[in-house]
């Protein structure tokens, strides 16, 4: 009995030394996804901040280029009241 009692003895090593490999494999893969969604999440928000970064000044130019535009096109309607030729080429530019 004394044999099979060793046996039972070092399959239970056996078992305990996977289980702890087993713990080992799954506290590594934890980290390794845990830090793989981390380093996602950082170039996700990186990307936001560059992209509203990158884009701020375009939008800031647009705005005054649009002002720009309407005045303009104010003064040309004012002009053309005065100017019947004027008004003529805005008419049939249709701008006015």
């Known amino acids: 009995f ?7 003895d070092s399959v239970d090593q ?3 030394s996977i289980d702890k ?5 799954r506290g590594f ?5 845990g830090v793989t969604f981390a380093g996602m999440f950082s170039l996700i928000g990186f990307v936001l901040w560059d992209r509203r970064t990158a884009l701020s000044p ?3 130019k647009n705005r005054e280029l649009e002002e720009r535009e309407e005045k303009i096109e104010r003064i040309l309607k ?6 019947p030729k004027m008004a003529e080429v805005l008419k049939q530019m249709g701008l006015l």
């Open 2 to 8: 004394d044999s099979v009692d060793q046996r039972f």
């Open 14 to 16: 056996r078992f305990d």
């Open 21 to 25: 490999r087993f713990d080992e494999l």
């Open 29 to 33: 893969m934890l980290w390794g996804f």
């Open 58 to 60: 375009a939008i800031r």
């Open 78 to 83: 004012e002009y053309a009241m005065k100017e």
